[in-house]
């Protein structure tokens, strides 16, 4: 490339030279040219007469100030630099773009028939001149004119104050939203739709006008959006006190769409993903997709709109907080535990990977050079995380007491995170000073913990030793205040109370210091103890737990995360001696007492399917690549396989008898009957293994009378290679073939498929009709599958699964550079593998840095890691 992007830095902050009380914008929308007139009123803030404006991939079409057209100004390729300015002024900017070009997917596109936007983090400088920056706040009144026989329906945010007709068959909506925002907010959509229509009354009484727009024929499908949205109203009422602001609330699905869904103020855009389930047609993580999404977009009204970020390296501030909210939406209206632990392997699995790669960062980022890498897991989930922990440390009273205070002192503004630990501190008490570092500091702290009981004394003592390894863009760590939630146990599982210095203390144990020891006095019998209770905090835990202690811990904790917890450590400590038995040529081996353990929880009819169906589930292979600095691929992928096949075999019979008793002849979307059909899905995946699979699986496919079973037998066949895979694959092809959404679970299976010829299947794959690479959805489910969900083959010492990943992304480079930067996170981890695979990724990396017009996107991340 010409230049290297630069990066921008949060130390870096200025306030804004002007700010803008109001913007009117006219669309006339065409489909390679559309006129967008932004008539802003500007005020003067610091002694400059000079205003840079963010712009790009715009045609300038003229400029004026106060009613006279300007010509005191620069232009670049990312700005407009007006000169010779007043002190306050109306400016009027008409641009030019190109919708239907746009396949970015940023700023105003088409999907399908619609026009549609994008504008977080920085698209609306791809609609026209502006200060594009979350701390610059105005009113916005918007006019849409299109043709009205192929875009009836107008819509942007606010309320709907004004329409009309014009010529050409075109007419005209204008639209205003009353509350200040950024333009990253700002939402447009013109196209032609089914409307699903409800209202929802707040406590306060307002009445809200609630609108989902599908595309036509959709309408049987949006159903669960409706109830999920109401349900978050409810939620958010009930738990936080907070009530929905305008009198209408608007969900657009749209297909095209670079990630879940998009928050703008009254007027949601959502990838239909989000929106789009009936029983046929959605599985039911699918359905609980749509609740979090829909429950997560609603909740920014006020964790994100209301009070907003003052600069994009605060994105947690929203998010973390946000993805918090959406976690506990869920957890009340469905499994707390099993919400958890599907929460907690996000975190250790592919957020702990992050943490590790070259792309570490802190929830609060200091370096940015494309805001659109930073929307990570690291930000979203571990910042939810740092937001659970002062949960933890506050309790539920004086956290509301702090999101009250932090509505009362922010509301309306754009806010930082410090403002938020302020606030939640000023409203408990309790101090938060050590704690902040969870802001600054990237990477996974590591406890290391020893016990000791002294038998004459009567004390129990835990050493706990906190470390946190550098990370690539950050070398020295200090101590973080971790929470670390703790019960002891008697060997009958009586729960001990803690004592300390001759007081009760709590379950939540404060460690600070890099050593840390608590002495427990009162303690009869040596203990059994449960440690980081709940995920207490985001941290890699290591104690050495014997067999026995773990399966009690798996019978006896007081709560289902922690036996899911000590099962997956048993799992854990067979794994990683597998892997060296198979490294050293050793045959695999899983004790009898494991085996039992798992029968018993598999037979227990005290304990809920869907945490069964957890607590049998091996953790997946990019969770174990995870527990190693160096991983050998094909240890890992044969000891996941023994250790499944030695299950299935063993626990045949149990497997079996679950898997028959739990069968349902209806389909509701209630979480005992979601329960129920997980537990048989996994049980499935098992026995897809023995002899009995293919006719199980084929069985189940036929009588299935919904998309959850239909992909459990197709899932199970999959994985298992049975003989029925391909022809159930292409029965369900030929029924779902016209519509790509559908299509996406059967892409997915085959970027997953473990056939050694899984990459001819793929490019074969490619050809099908519903696919097309512009479409994020198809390349995510297709090729994003294969790279993240299929390392055997991925990681193909040939290095064909490389090079095949390296011509995509250099395709999508051009045509949806965000969509490559999320695709090419795999590669970016080659340290982690040996050092052929390594050379061949890297071979990968220097092609694609060698490309004359690298996207700022791949720019970032292929520089980062080449120069570990
Ligand atoms: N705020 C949006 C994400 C925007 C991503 C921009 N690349 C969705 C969400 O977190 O709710
Ligand atoms: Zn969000």
């Known amino acids: 490339m010409a230049h290297n992007p630069q990066a921008k830095f949060r130390k870096d902050y200025q306030s804004p030279s002007h700010l803008i009380s109001d913007i009117d914008l006219t669309f006339d929308l ?64 008409v641009t030019d773009v190109d919708p239907e070009g746009n396949s970015a997917l940023e700023g105003l596109y088409k999907s399908g028939g619609a026009f549609c936007t994008q504008c977080e983090a920085e698209g609306f400088r791809r609609i026209t001149y502006y200060m594009d920056r979350p701390d610059v706040l105005a009113k916005f009144t918007t006019t849409v004119i299109a043709d009205k026989a192929v875009y009836p329906f107008l819509l942007s945010n606010g309320n709907r104050v004004d329409e009309g007709e014009a010529e050409n068959g075109r007419h005209w909506v204008k639209w205003q939203d009353p509350h200040p925002k950024p333009a990253y907010l700002f939402a447009l959509v013109a196209g032609d739709f089914d409307v699903l229509r409800d209202d929802y009354t707040t406590k306060s009484g307002r009445k809200v006008d609630l ?96 009070v907003t970020c003052r600069d994009w390296f605060q994105l947690s501030l929203k998010e973390g907080l946000t993805v918090f909210r959406d976690q506990e939406f869920s957890s009340d209206l469905g499994s707390r535990s099993v919400n958890r632990i599907n929460n907690v392997r996000t975190i250790r699995g592919p957020q702990f990977a992050e943490d590790a790669s070259p792309m570490s960062h802190p929830i609060r980022p200091e370096k940015v050079i494309e805001m659109n890498n930073f929307y990570t897991l690291t930000v979203y989930e571990k910042g939810s995380e740092i937001i659970r922990m002062m949960h933890t440390l506050l309790g539920e009273t004086n956290f ?174 067979y794994i990683r001696t597998n892997i060296l038995n198979v490294q050293q040529g050793q045959p695999f081996e899983l004790s009898a007492g494991v085996v039992d353990a798992f029968r018993g929880v598999l037979l227990s009819d005290s304990l809920d399917p869907a945490f069964i169906a957890e607590m049998i589930a091996l953790p997946n292979h990019n969770e174990v690549f995870g527990w190693y600095a160096r991983v050998d691929i094909d240890a890992v992928a044969s000891v996941l396989k023994s250790m499944k096949l030695t299950l299935a075999v063993e626990l045949e019979d149990e497997l079996a008898a679950v898997y028959h008793s739990h069968a349902q002849a209806e389909y509701n979307v209630e979480h005992a009957s979601i329960g129920k059909r997980t537990l048989r899905k996994v049980c499935l995946g098992y026995l897809a293994f023995t002899e009995q699979g293919n006719d199980l699986v084929v069985a189940l496919y036929e009588s299935s009378n919904n998309m959850t079973d239909t992909m459990a037998a197709m899932g199970a066949a999959n994985a298992a290679q049975l003989e029925c895979r391909e022809s159930l694959m292409s029965d369900y092809s030929d029924k779902w073939k016209h519509d790509g959404l559908v299509m996406d679970k059967w892409f997915a299976l085959q970027g997953t498929n473990p056939d050694e010829n899984v990459l001819d299947k793929i490019k074969e794959s490619m050809n099908h009709q519903a696919f097309s690479l512009k479409n994020p959805n198809r390349t995510r489910n297709l090729v994003g599958a294969f790279l993240n969900q299929n390392p055997v083959h991925f990681h193909d010492k040939s290095g064909k ?41 890297k071979k990968e990396l220097e092609s694609l840095k060698a490309m004359d017009n690298l996207a700022k996107d791949l720019f970032e991340k292929v520089t980062k890691a080449l120069e570990v």
Not at 80 to 89: H, I, V
């Open 801 to 841: 699964g490389y090079e095949f990943a390296g011509e995509i992304l250099r395709e999508l480079n051009s045509s949806n550079p965000q969509v490559a930067s999320r695709l090419i996170d795999p590669l970016l981890k080659y340290r982690l593998y040996d050092e052929a695979r390594q050379a061949l990724i």
């Open 211 to 306: 609108e989902i727009f599908v595309d036509k024929g959709n309408l049987d499908r949006a159903g669960h959006a409706m109830v999920s949205l109401i349900n978050s109203m409810k939620w958010d009422e009930d738990r936080f006190d907070l009530e929905y602001d305008l009198d209408i609330y608007m969900i657009v699905a749209v297909d095209f769409f670079n990630m879940g869904a998009m928050e703008n103020k009254g007027l949601n855009i959502f990838n239909s993903k989000f929106v789009l389930a009936n029983d046929q047609t959605a599985t039911d993580t699918d359905y609980l997709g749509i609740e979090a999404v829909i429950g997560h977009e609603y909740f920014h009204n006020w964790t994100g709109n209301r």
């Open 30 to 93: 065409h489909d390679t040219a559309s006129i967008i007139t932004a008539v802003s009123s500007v005020t003067q803030q610091k002694e400059s007469s000079t205003l840079v404006l963010d712009g790009e991939n715009l045609k300038l079409v003229s400029v004026s100030v106060n009613g006279q057209p300007w010509e005191s100004f620069e232009q670049s390729d990312t700005n407009l630099t007006l000169n010779d300015l007043p002190k306050e002024f109306e400016l009027v900017i």
């Open 400 to 573: 509301q007491k702090g999101m009250k205070l932090y509505f009362e002192r922010h509301d309306g503004t754009a806010a930082t995170c410090e403002d938020f630990v302020l606030s939640m501190e000023d409203a408990s008490g309790v101090d938060l000073s050590q704690f902040r570092l969870w802001y600054s500091q990237s990477g996974t702290p590591t406890l290391v913990v020893t016990s000791s009981y002294d038998e004459d004394a009567k004390t129990y003592t835990l050493k706990v030793v906190q470390s946190t390894p550098p990370t690539h863009e950050q070398e020295d760590k200090q101590p973080l205040h971790i929470p670390l939630d703790i019960e002891l146990y008697t060997q009958s599982g009586d729960v001990i109370e803690l004592q300390c210095n001759g007081n009760a203390v709590r379950n939540v144990l404060d460690v600070k210091d890099s050593e840390n020891t608590f002495v427990f006095e009162n303690v009869s019998v040596r203990p059994i103890p449960s440690l980081l209770r709940e995920f207490s905090a985001p941290v890699k835990l290591e104690y050495d737990y014997s067999d026995e202690e773990l399966i009690f811990l798996m019978v006896n904790a007081r709560n289902e995360f922690s036996r899911w917890d000590a099962g997956q450590m048993l799992l854990a400590k």
